[in-house]
């Protein structure tokens, strides 16, 4: 299973991102999926997850501001981030639930004020 996140990049305070995730095979389809994010010094935390049904569930932090979605058809991941806080900078991930063994290299997210 490969996993490729994109999208990520320099943005202000409020301004948007949408990331993407493009996984291998049937993982999309076949799994809820999550993303996830990791900012410096920290540990690797939970943002939000869709179900193989699209039954979605977001962090506190995420919830109003971020939208996951998926499209089985392209084998994409998205999250929608809108409204960022510098709080938001970190390295974002996908993978599924439960997690794979593998995971992709992330892409980073930088939110400056």
């Known amino acids: 299973v490969q996993l490729v996140e994109s999208g990520g990049g320099l943005v202000q305070v409020g301004g948007s991102l949408r990331l993407s995730c493009v996984a291998s095979g049937s993982t999309v389809a076949d799994n809820d999926m999550a993303w996830y994010r990791q900012a410096p010094g920290k540990r690797r935390e939970f943002v939000a997850r869709?179900?193989?049904?699209?039954?979605?569930y977001y962090t506190a932090f995420a919830k109003g501001r971020f939208t996951i979605s998926r499209d089985t058809v392209e084998k994409t991941l998205c999250l929608q981030m809108n409204t960022l806080k510098p709080e938001d900078t970190a390295v974002y991930y996908c993978?599924?639930?439960?997690?794979?063994?593998?995971w992709g290299q992330g892409t980073q997210v930088t939110v400056s004020s």
């Open positions: 993978n599924a639930i439960p997690k794979l063994s593998v």
């Open positions: 869709i179900s193989r049904s699209g039954y979605t």
